[in-house]
């Protein structure tokens, strides 16, 4: 069959022939329409994510939209290795298959399944939003960020605050209901002050971190610390991506004067079942509430050109065959 196959770590997947793939008790052969690229599919086709494999060759791709043999269309998570779900076709668990809404192309399902792990799950499982509390989305500008925007405000936020880096993306936030946007892009004790001044002024209960580095630390000084804003719930804050960097330096004090409570929001903070268990009322939400998500879609023959080359704010999706 053909497939977009990592063959070596550094390199973008290339477009070739791969074993076809036979079900074990317990599995469902799924024929693939369609697999999105999200950051942790590229981490894991480098190499460098805490989840993948050393083993090489592998098929890319950890979710996608199909067909099963009896003809229900599923969104589906997480193949057996080394079968990923950038293939004609793949093979899963029969407990990661979710059924996807008529009204949702496969396109549109394919790519709203990865942003809604790291959108929808942390504001309804994870750290679910309080009456009258607001939420800050750091790093908003990207698929996830724009997704959890429209999330938030949907499940009830009564603000929704949005920072990113880019200044042209960021002028598009309020469109999808972002009531503030901040520019991560100032001084750092502006930001600082900005991010208090809207915490007081709004009550912030939950923060999505799509960033980390440097502006977490901005964040953490904005609601630690003796002029910390108080609400009426502890602030939850969420940590689901790292694209700032890696790592912070974190006063101890900022924790203990604050009432923050740090969650991760990754594979492993929740089991796969109860992210299938999860995933299954957002994508009927998706469809129902009309959430938008940018789509750069191209025929999977074209995975070595198209890998690196689409905007961050689009969720690059490949249709198979």
């Given at each position: ?35 999105a690229v999200s950051t942790l599919v590229r981490s894991r086709a480098s190499g460098a994510h805490y989840s993948g494999s050393a083993d090489l060759p592998f098929v890319a791709g950890i979710d996608g939209v199909g067909r099963t043999p009896d003809g229900r269309r599923v969104y589906f998570l997480f193949p057996r290795p080394p079968f990923g779900s950038m293939a004609e076709r793949t093979v899963v668990s029969t407990e990661r298959l979710i059924p996807v809404p008529d009204v949702l192309d496969d396109t549109t399902a394919a790519a709203a399944g990865n942003p809604g792990i790291a959108s929808w799950i942390p504001l ?198």
């Amino acid at each position: 069959m053909k497939a977009a196959v990592v063959r070596e770590f550094g390199r973008p997947p290339q477009y070739g022939d791969f074993p076809e793939p036979t079900p074990t008790p317990g599995e469902t052969p799924v024929s693939v329409a369609a697999a999105a690229v999200s950051t942790l599919v590229r981490s894991r086709a480098s190499g460098a994510h805490y989840s993948g494999s050393a083993d090489l060759p592998f098929v890319a791709g950890i979710d996608g939209v199909g067909r099963t043999p009896d003809g229900r269309r599923v969104y589906f998570l997480f193949p057996r290795p080394p079968f990923g779900s950038m293939a004609e076709r793949t093979v899963v668990s029969t407990e990661r298959l979710i059924p996807v809404p008529d009204v949702l192309d496969d396109t549109t399902a394919a790519a709203a399944g990865n942003p809604g792990i790291a959108s929808w799950i942390p504001l309804t499982v994870l750290a679910r939003v309080l009456p009258g509390e607001s939420v800050l989305i750091n790093g908003a500008t990207g698929a996830a960020g724009r997704l959890a925007i429209q999330v938030a405000k949907y499940l009830g936020a009564r603000k929704v605050i949005a920072t990113g880096r880019d200044e042209a993306k960021l002028r598009t936030l309020e469109e999808l209901g972002a009531d503030v946007v901040l520019s991560l892009g100032q001084p750092a004790e502006a930001l600082r002050d900005a991010l208090r001044r809207e915490a007081a002024d709004a009550q912030v209960g939950v923060v999505l971190d799509y960033l980390w580095g440097p502006p977490a630390e901005t964040i953490f000084a904005a609601l630690g610390g003796p002029n910390a804003p108080r609400g009426a719930s502890r602030i939850r804050y969420v940590q689901v991506g790292a694209l700032a960097g890696p790592t912070i330096s974190l006063d101890s004090a900022k924790l203990r004067s604050s009432g923050i409570e740090i969650l991760g929001s990754g594979l492993g903070s929740l089991t796969d079942q109860q992210i299938v268990v999860a995933l299954g009322p957002f994508l009927a939400t998706f469809a129902q509430a009309r959430f938008r998500i940018a789509i750069d879609r191209q025929p999977i023959s074209n995975v070595d050109a198209a890998w690196d080359g689409s905007p961050t704010e689009k969720r690059l999706v490949f249709s198979i065959p």
